[in-house]
């Protein structure tokens, strides 16, 4: 890359580069995401079955 | 402590819960640091292929996304068969975790592929073998997530996911193949001349971005794992002591 | 009276008895068939072209249909748990129950498939490997569907996921089928693909009854 205007345009391909890119990221993004979902949703079901045994033990 | 206790007792859930912690941190930032670096050589100082100009750096995110949805795949077959054959619950954890990654990165792949081969080829789809394998191990990804979350035990749900990946790793080369064998016969070679030789300043960035996404894979893959084994065993002790109140 | 012979008998007759099983996915393929020249042009050469295609796709699809209530009946009455139970091996009753669901499903569109020939105008000098390549594909797919079925057995409403599960799986013998038929409209030498769906064939009557076997197993594990 010699400028920024060419790093922004990427030539003639910045419709189909930076797209390209820019989806690869929201992606990996929504996996961090969908990672802390899941580990939510351990959590409440472990939280969940002890308050079944507390329950079923008094 | 030797290599045959160390894999015994990665084994047990909660030892893996525990030393997976600070590996998976290490893993983020590895993953990171390469992944920044890969990007900086690729877009910034490679310089642009004489024959594609600057739409080659596309590459940079498809090449590493289409390797990682075929290894994690690999992952998830070979975790399958250690859970079938020796009853692992660990490895039925790692390839639930795996599945919704893989799936992913093969969407990252199809997508990318799509926008590279239309300034290349002229148009955003062509039904060459890679393209086709990738779409199909794509659809072996949801068969394998849904039919995983599909049963109401999850060691039922975690066999039968074994099984149609095993079937499915089996299904893939076979797809790829018999796509090959179509396209050789109808329009002969001519979507060829990507895999041609690749320049030093062009192949380190890529290198550096697939190792750089394995190992974002492997901080997400433990970090999902953990989540999968208080998911299966939230009744047992460690976990309730694992997840204090 | 070989018993596995006698099981094969059995198995027939109790498919025989629901005789709305052989009629649906026959009438179903037929029905598909005679849809295409009424939304192409029925003129001839587009047609022929497309042909093989449209007679695979179909019968994929017959295949399909069939598919859920393959092991659906004896999941319910208790005879499959019987089955995993039971000494005799059960990847061979798994095979001999497959093959039944074969002969009465799919056997019945091979016998039709020169009337499509006619309707598709697929030149009739193709019907043999036409034939043959409907024979080893249809066996292939009624083994792979039958892994998605089994794979499914427990749940309810397990149509569509038997969809994804069976139809990624399905698309190399539809390739090497629908070739083989093109090949044979063009009077080229269709062996090469027929070979292909030969060897898939006996990859899938070699491996899934294992696999079927399997999992049906996990459907009775606790």
Redesign the interface.
Known sequence: MTSWHEFVTMGRFGLFVWPAFGFGLVVMLLNIYWAHLREKAAHREVRESRSTEEEIRS | MTLKTFFHRLGSPPYFYQISRPWGRAFAWIGLLLILVGLYGG???AP?DYQQ???F??M???VP?AWMSLFVFMVIAVCSFIG?VWRMRLAYAVAAASA??GA?FT??AL??GS??G??MWGTYWVWDARL?SEL?LF??Y??VI??NR??EDQ??GD??AA??A???A??VP??H???D??QT?HQGSSFKGLTSEIAPSMLWPLLVLMAGFMF?YGW?VL??T???L??RE??RDW??Q??G? | MNPWLFFFRTELGISWRERRRVMLPLVFFSIVAFLFPLTLNPKGHLLARMAPGIIWVDAMLAVFLGLESLFRHDHEEGILEQWVISPTSLELRVLFKVASFWTVTSLPLLLISPLLVLWLSFPLRGLGILMIGLFLGTVTLCFLGALGAALTLTLRQSSMLIAILFLPIATPVLIFGAHSAVLAARQLDPRPALYLLATLFFLTVGIVPKAISAALRISYET
Do not use: C, M
Request: net charge positive.
């Open positions: 877009l910034w100082l642009p100009g600057n739409g750096r596309i940079y995110v498809h996304s079938l919704p990654l992913a969407a990252v997508v990318t926008l590279w239309k300034p086709t199909i659809f072996l949801l068969g849904t039919l599909s049963f060691k039922t066999k039968a099984i149609l095993l079937v499915g089996i299904d076979i797809v193949y018999s796509v064998w179509w016969l974002y997400l970090w999902r953990r989540s999968e208080l998911l939230a009744d976990a309730q694992v997840i109140s």
